[in-house]
C-alpha cells in the first residue's frame, strides 16, 4: 500500500510537471494546473468506474476521462487543440508507465514490465520527434501535433496488432481491443497526414 501510495504521488508530480512545462510558455498558471487537474481527475473517475463496473476496461476508461478532461480545459481557457493534446499525451505516459511499473513490480509480471519499457520508448520518440520534426522535409506545414499524433497512432496500432495475438496483457481487453485500437491509431495518423498537407 505505501508503495503504491509513493508511486502514485510521484506519477502525479511527474505529469503536473511536464504538462507545465509543455504549456507554460503561451498561457498562465491557472490555465496549465486547472486543465492538468481536469486531465487527473477524468483518469481518476475513469478508473473507479472501471474499478466497479468494468475492471478489464480499466485503460479506455481512464483514456476516455483523461481526454475528456483536456477537451474541457480546452474549451473553458480557450487553448489551441494539439498543443494541450500534445501536453495531455506527454503527460499521460508517464502516467501509464508508472502503472506498468507498479504492476510489474507487484506482481512480476513479464508483459508489465514489457509495457513499462514500451512507455518509456515513446517517451523518448516523442522528444526524439519534437526536437525533429520541423526540420523534416515531407512535413513542411511545421505545425504543432506531429509528435503527439504519431506517438498516439504508434501506441495504439502497436495494441492492435499486440491485442490480435490475444497475450494476457494488463490493460488489454481481448478483440475489442483491436477495433478499438485501431479505430484510434487510424484517427491520429488520417490527423497527421492533414496537418501534414495544411499550410
Known amino acids: 500500500?505505501?508503495?503504491?501510495?509513493?508511486?502514485?504521488?510521484?506519477a502525479v508530480i511527474l505529469f503536473l510537471f511536464l504538462f507545465w512545462r509543455r504549456l507554460k510558455e503561451d498561457y498562465t498558471q491557472n490555465q496549465i494546473f486547472t486543465t492538468a487537474f481536469y486531465t487527473l481527475l477524468g483518469f481518476s473517475?475513469?478508473?473507479?468506474v472501471s474499478d466497479n463496473f468494468?475492471?478489464?476496461?480499466?485503460?479506455?476508461?481512464?483514456?476516455?476521462?483523461?481526454?475528456?478532461?483536456i477537451f474541457v480545459g480546452t474549451i473553458r481557457f480557450n487553448l489551441r487543440v494539439f498543443e494541450a493534446l500534445e501536453a495531455g499525451i506527454l503527460s499521460s505516459l508517464i502516467l501509464y508507465g508508472f502503472v506498468f511499473f507498479y504492476n510489474w513490480i507487484n506482481t512480476n509480471k513479464v508483459t508489465s514490465g514489457l509495457g513499462a519499457l514500451a512507455t518509456s520508448v515513446l517517451l523518448i520518440i516523442f522528444v526524439f520527434l519534437d526536437r525533429r520534426?520541423?526540420?523534416?522535409?515531407?512535413?513542411?506545414?511545421?505545425?504543432v501535433g506531429f509528435s503527439g499524433m504519431t506517438v498516439l497512432g504508434s501506441l495504439f496500432l502497436v495494441r492492435a496488432i499486440i491485442a490480435t495475438r490475444d497475450v494476457g496483457v494488463l490493460s488489454f481487453v481481448g478483440n475489442k481491443d483491436v477495433v478499438l485500437s485501431a479505430i484510434v491509431s487510424f484517427v491520429s495518423f488520417l490527423i497527421l497526414f492533414n496537418l501534414a498537407r495544411s499550410s
Not at 3 to 8: C, D, E, N, Q
Not at 54 to 69: E, I, Q, V
Request: aromatic share 26%; glycine share 12%.
Open 45 to 48: 473517475l475513469g478508473s473507479i
Open 1 to 10: 500500500m505505501v508503495l503504491k501510495i509513493i508511486f502514485s504521488f510521484l
Open 54 to 69: 468494468a475492471p478489464d476496461w480499466w485503460f479506455w476508461t481512464s483514456f476516455l476521462g483523461g481526454s475528456l478532461g
Open 133 to 143: 520534426y520541423k526540420t523534416f522535409s515531407w512535413y513542411k506545414s511545421g505545425k
